[in-house]
């Protein structure tokens, strides 16, 4: 296409598509449509949604399952804080992708003239749940801030980025032509004496205890040696479930929010947190998850380490390679587990504790995971389905389950699922959501159908939000805005191009699941909770 004009928009695409981004979400408007001058050019491939969040929750799940940013293209004002939702879901849990909207001409900004699209001030409205946010009033800056986008993309903590261009600027034409920027400087290496500290820690640790989140997601090799070697036990976060297979005998999983596993981490003498935050949605029962043992933390983001902390030995480092650089270093030992034994009893332990409340939870997680090929992967919703499958859904592998852990956003499952399966179609995807959450963003079954997406999208209906009617009831308020009315679900889907089907137990669900895997589209699978 030489007949497209070397605009700012065309550079910019032809830069994103040139550093290694293949997919863009996105709504275009008049105020970016120069943006997509470029797109055919460039060959990046661009997927419609239905609604600007979805377009980012699609970006965040085509990173989670593929380790690969996609990027986001909304307008100015509404598309922007439309998609903020979802930039901040991913922000909180770690997952990159890049942002670009368009602004209100140059002359206009921050003068309140009330022109279409207007903000006060897009950067500093996303810079609060960005990694890093930057406004271009220039090629020359469009260029260094795609440069420093990129960077920041590909190295540390990775998380959104975003980009403002004024609708001016990128209609300008330009001198400028598409480059691959350098590649990030190096994972910042740990520091000798801080791993010498910590391992002389581990030596004399008489019960230890290992939990890894989602910056150890794919530590599983250092992690085994390392539980070899100290004897210990591993916990993970949501973030890192499927590290190690949930069957290994250290292995206690996603099981912080459970008794049997805090009085575990109570009696533990020293504790390593390998890229967590040790954050309040990892444990659920306190706003911080307390280590009463001697702390080794473990993180890529000095922001983690900053915190003071009693007795904290502090490595600044990528997860898998500090842990790894650890286990090296330590002789064999005798720790607690072969005195304690091993995780099964103990795992026995928290089957227990949500079987008193939530049986039928498990046995539908459980006829999830025997449904679902080994490959399979979950994007979850916030439903209470979700919440039990966060520790029960087995994962044998890393990047199977995924759920909206940090920010906790309805919503999120069905979007996040469509950009997990363009960005790996040979994987089997499910998404799970609630019969209220799965309504934030059911619209998508659209982009899905258009896309021939074979996705099966689980429903788990319990006629109400059920989690916060059982919470008002735990504090004594009388239940209010906790069931409305639903929509007829199977009607609903077939108006959206999508199948439907109600699942009528444990048994019929690996069936229909098959189905809907093997389906040209969509198929909306729902699953009533008094059939269960
Ligand atoms: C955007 C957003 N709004 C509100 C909430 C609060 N919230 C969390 S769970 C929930 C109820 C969801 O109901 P449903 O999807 O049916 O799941 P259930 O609890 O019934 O399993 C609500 C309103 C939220 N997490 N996110
Ligand atoms: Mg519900």
């Known amino acids: 296409m030489s007949t497209v004009p070397w605009t700012v928009g065309r550079y910019v695409i032809e830069t994103v598509a040139a550093n290694g981004i293949d997919t863009a979400f996105g709504i275009p408007g008049v105020h970016n449509i120069e943006l997509y001058r470029g797109v055919g050019a460039a060959r990046l491939r661009h997927v419609l949604a239905r609604h600007e969040q979805n377009a980012a929750f699609a970006a965040d799940g085509y990173a989670r399952a593929s380790g690969r940013p996609a990027a986001v293209l909304v307008i100015s004002g509404p598309g922007l804080s439309n998609a903020l939702t979802a930039v901040a879901q991913a922000c909180s849990d770690s997952v990159p992708m890049l942002v670009i909207a368009s602004t209100p001409v140059r002359a206009s900004l921050g003068k309140r003239w009330g022109v279409l699209?207007?903000?006060?001030?897009?950067?500093?409205?996303?810079a609060g749940v960005t990694r890093l946010a930057l406004h271009a009033n220039s090629a020359t800056e469009v260029r260094t801030h795609l440069a420093a986008a990129f960077a920041a993309l590909a190295g540390g903590r990775r998380r959104p980025v975003y980009l403002g261009i004024p609708l001016d600027l990128l209609a300008e034409t330009t001198e400028l032509r598409p480059e691959r920027f350098a590649a990030a400087s190096r994972a910042p290496q740990a520091d000798p004496q801080a791993l010498a500290a910590a391992r002389t820690l581990l030596a004399s640790a008489a019960r230890p205890l290992i939990i890894a989140g989602g910056g150890a997601r794919h530590a599983g090799a250092a992690l085994t040696r390392l539980l070899e070697t100290?004897?210990?036990?591993?916990?993970?976060?949501?973030?890192?479930?499927?590290?190690?297979?949930?069957?290994?005998?250290?292995?206690?999983?996603?099981?912080?929010?459970?008794?049997?596993?805090?009085?575990?981490?109570?009696?533990?003498?020293?504790?390593?947190?390998?890229?967590?935050e040790l954050a309040e949605t990892d444990i659920y029962t306190t706003v911080r998850v307390t280590v009463p043992g001697r702390l080794i933390r473990i993180d890529i983001d000095p922001a983690q380490l900053a915190e003071p902390a009693a007795q904290q030995i502090a490595i600044h480092a990528d997860a898998p390679a500090a842990l790894a650089a650890l286990a090296d270093g330590l002789p064999g030992r005798r720790g607690w587990r072969h005195v304690q034994g091993d995780a099964g009893p103990r795992r026995a332990m928290i089957e227990a504790q949500i079987g008193e409340h939530g049986s039928t939870l498990l046995r539908v997680v459980r006829a999830l995971r025997a449904a679902l090929p080994a490959d399979g992967v979950v994007f979850s919703d916030m439903t209470q389905v979700a919440y039990t499958g966060n520790y029960a859904f087995a994962a044998d592998r890393p990047d199977s389950w995924?759920?909206?852990?940090?920010?906790?956003?309805?919503?999120?499952?069905?979007?996040?699922?469509?950009?997990?399966?363009?960005?790996?179609?040979?994987?089997?995807?499910?998404?799970?959501?609630?019969?209220?959450?799965?309504?934030?963003?059911?619209?998508?079954?659209?982009?899905?159908?258009?896309?021939?997406?074979?996705?099966?999208?689980?429903?788990?209906?319990?006629?109400?939000?059920?989690?916060?009617?059982?919470?008002?009831?735990?504090?004594?308020?009388?239940?209010?805005?906790?069931?409305?009315?639903?929509?007829?679900?199977?009607?609903?889907?077939?108006?959206?191009?999508?199948?439907?089907?109600?699942?009528?137990?444990?048994?019929?669900?690996?069936?229909?699941?098959?189905?809907?895997l093997a389906a040209r589209g969509p198929t909306l699978l729902e699953v009533r909770a008094g059939d269960f």
Not at 473 to 496: K, T
Request: proline share 8%; net charge negative.
């Open 117 to 126: 699209h207007e903000l006060p001030d897009q950067r500093a409205l996303a």
């Open 230 to 276: 100290l004897d210990g036990y591993l916990i993970t976060t949501v973030a890192a479930k499927g590290v190690i297979p949930e069957s290994h005998p250290a292995n206690l999983g996603a099981s912080l929010p459970y008794r049997a596993t805090q009085e575990l981490l109570a009696a533990a003498d020293v504790v390593i947190a390998a890229g967590t």
């Open 402 to 516: 995924f759920h909206p852990c940090g920010y906790g956003t309805l919503g999120f499952a069905l979007p996040a699922a469509i950009g997990a399966k363009i960005a790996q179609p040979e994987r089997p995807v499910v998404a799970l959501a609630g019969d209220f959450g799965v309504q934030f963003t059911l619209q998508e079954l659209l982009t899905a159908a258009e896309l021939e997406l074979p996705l099966p999208v689980l429903v788990w209906n319990n006629s109400s939000l059920k989690q916060i009617r059982d919470d008002m009831l735990a504090a004594g308020i009388e239940p209010v805005g906790v069931s409305g009315r639903n929509p007829d679900f199977e009607g609903l889907a077939a108006a959206l191009g999508a199948q439907a089907l109600r699942v009528r137990g444990p048994e019929a669900l690996g069936a229909a699941l098959s189905r809907a």
